[in-house]
């Protein structure tokens, strides 16, 4: 599959844990996006990278989350000391930069917080 | 940020109608402007996108309008059948991709 994956597909952690998900985009990719999407609601947007460069953080988005691409291919977003209201779908997608081209995205990282 | 407004939330349609579903965006600097459909448990994927250099742009039964000036953009679907019952998304983008909140199509066959 050369498609945007994401590891893992579930996650159940429990309350104050930290947790990480990964992203590994289309190869010829260079614009990798994070998402979170709750039911029946439109994929949020969280962060966005340009290579290596994140070129925009969600004003939404609390001080725990924090992304990464340190080498512009694949990305890391991290949930510190989560909470329930954090249990969500995290997608990622990816797309060729410069803007104006179809963004493919991963299946998910199911987030459960108990 | 861009903010993008969808509506309706839901819409339920018989087969063969038509079905069309709204935008608005509110930043200007947005180029780029993608629908996706979402079937239940599958990730999002495009169906048509449009820039902002065109107006209107057809995929067979599927077509969607681009008006600059008044910032909103629409999806219609013609001819609809039961198999494009999903929950459809806008997006404008200007380098950043930001969603609606999505319509949830239905058709009743």
């Known amino acids: 599959d050369t498609g945007v994956s994401q590891d893992p597909r579930h996650k159940i952690t429990k309350r104050g844990q930290n947790v990480t998900f990964r992203c590994d985009p289309i190869?010829?990719?260079?614009?990798l996006y994070w998402y979170r999407q709750t039911l029946g609601q439109g994929p949020e947007f969280l962060t966005y990278f340009q290579n290596e460069a994140q070129l925009e953080k969600s004003r939404l988005l609390s001080d725990r989350f924090s992304a990464e691409r340190p080498k512009g291919s694949f990305s890391t977003l991290e949930i510190q000391r989560t909470e329930q209201g954090d249990s969500a779908m995290y997608l990622c997608a990816s797309n060729l930069g410069g803007g104006g081209t179809e963004a493919f995205f991963g299946q998910g990282t199911r987030l459960t917080v108990v | 940020g861009e903010n993008v407004e969808q509506h309706p939330s839901t819409l339920s349609v018989q087969e063969g109608d038509s079905a069309v579903i709204k935008c608005t965006y509110s930043d200007s600097a947005s180029n780029y402007f993608p629908w996706y459909k979402q079937e239940l448990g599958k990730r999002p994927q495009l169906i048509i996108d449009?820039?902002?250099?065109?107006g209107e742009k057809k995929d067979q039964r599927i077509a969607v309008t681009l008006n600059k000036t008044a910032k909103h953009f629409s999806l219609h679907i013609t001819e609809t059948q039961p198999e494009d019952s999903a929950v459809y998304f806008c997006a404008a983008s200007r380098g950043d991709m930001r969603f609606g909140a999505g319509t949830r199509l239905t058709v009743k066959p």
């Open positions: 190869s010829e990719h260079n614009r």
């Open positions: 449009i820039r902002s250099n065109v």
